[in-house]
């Protein structure tokens, strides 16, 4: 039983994904709605002056929300992990730029129900946070 505990242990400290730390005052709630065998994780990059990517550290996402903290300007990627007996897995993701500004206050809505993805960001007052690719940190 030692042995097997240790063989995961070894397995998740070598897969390269660190943990996000939430934060109760942070400026981005996240959730996800999810069908039955669907795993959602919000993957956070921090951005450079140079519009280079740092990873930051990932959060695994469920109904219950999460409050994190992010960087002005972070690129931020829900990706969705989908298995099923039949029909094999496979992996979706949406990224964005975020560009939070002090003091607002964003929360993240992610669903996966019948195959179907959506993720939307919105401020606290309730307007639509347009995606923007990663290139849109030049201009």
């Given at each position: 039983?030692?042995?097997?505990?240790?063989?995961?242990?070894?397995?998740a400290g070598?897969?390269?994904?660190?943990?996000?730390?939430?934060?109760?005052?942070?400026?981005?709630?996240?959730?996800?709605?999810?069908?039955?065998?669907?795993?959602?994780?919000?993957?956070?990059?921090?951005?450079?002056?140079?519009?280079?990517?740092?990873?930051?550290?990932?959060?695994?996402?469920?109904?219950?929300?999460?409050?994190?903290?992010?960087?002005?300007?972070?690129?931020?990627?829900?990706?969705?992990?989908?298995?099923?007996f039949?029909?094999?897995?496979?992996?979706?993701?949406?990224?964005?730029?975020?560009?939070?500004?002090?003091?607002?206050?964003?929360?993240?809505?992610a669903?996966?129900?019948?195959?179907?993805?959506?993720?939307?960001?919105?401020?606290?007052a309730?307007?639509?946070?347009?995606?923007?690719?990663?290139?849109?940190?030049?201009?």
């Amino acid at each position: 039983m030692r042995a097997a505990w240790l063989g995961i242990l070894l397995l998740a400290g070598c897969s390269g994904i660190k943990t996000y730390p939430s934060d109760p005052s942070g400026n981005l709630q996240a959730r996800a709605t999810l069908d039955p065998g669907v795993k959602a994780m919000l993957h956070i990059h921090r951005v450079d002056a140079r519009c280079a990517t740092e990873y930051a550290g990932s959060v695994a996402l469920g109904a219950e929300p999460v409050v994190l903290a992010v960087p002005d300007p972070s690129y931020v990627v829900v990706s969705f992990d989908t298995s099923s007996f039949l029909g094999g897995s496979r992996s979706t993701s949406a990224g964005t730029l975020l560009r939070a500004r002090a003091g607002e206050r964003y929360q993240l809505a992610a669903s996966y129900r019948s195959d179907l993805y959506e993720v939307v960001i919105r401020t606290a007052a309730g307007r639509d946070v347009p995606r923007r690719d990663l290139a849109a940190c030049r201009g």
